[in-house]
Nanobody, 120 residues
Framework: QVQLVESGGGSVQSGGSLRLSCAASGIFIGIYVMGWYRQAPGKQRELVAAIASGGSIDYADAVKGRFTISRDNAKNTVYLQMNSLKPEDAAVYYC??????????????WGQGTQVTVSS
């Protein structure tokens, strides 16, 4: 059974920092694209950052220079360091793992989400 368990969310003031963690079980994250998504009330879920198995990284424009995604394969855990937080960063943050397979359905797993609140 695959589980992605997020932690580290909470409430901070604008300009503050949080570090989210996503601990995976049932899969080895080293062969997956690991991503962080967020969803604010009334908005669609959006990609925040992703790190591929080869190490390439993508960030949403809104978080570039402020957020850092990283991966510790030995701990099977993905992190999102969030600095200089803004009120517009407030959302539920979800961990995701994806793996494409030739001739088979993609593997796509989600965590339960962790709330991030940023007060101005």
């Amino acid at each position: 059974q695959v589980q992605l368990v997020e932690s580290g969310g909470g409430s901070v003031q604008s300009g503050g920092s949080l570090r989210l963690s996503c601990a995976a079980s049932g899969i080895f994250i080293g062969i997956y694209v690991m991503g962080w998504y967020r969803q604010a009330p009334g908005k669609q879920r959006e990609l925040v950052a992703a790190i591929a198995s080869g190490g390439s990284i993508d960030y949403a424009d809104a978080v570039k220079g402020r957020f850092t995604i990283s991966r510790d394969n030995a701990k099977n855990t993905v992190y999102l360091q969030m600095n200089s937080l803004k009120p517009e960063d407030a959302a539920v943050y979800y961990c995701n793992s994806k793996r494409s397979r030739i001739g088979l359905a993609d593997l796509d797993y989600w965590g339960q989400g962790t709330q991030v609140t940023v007060s101005s």
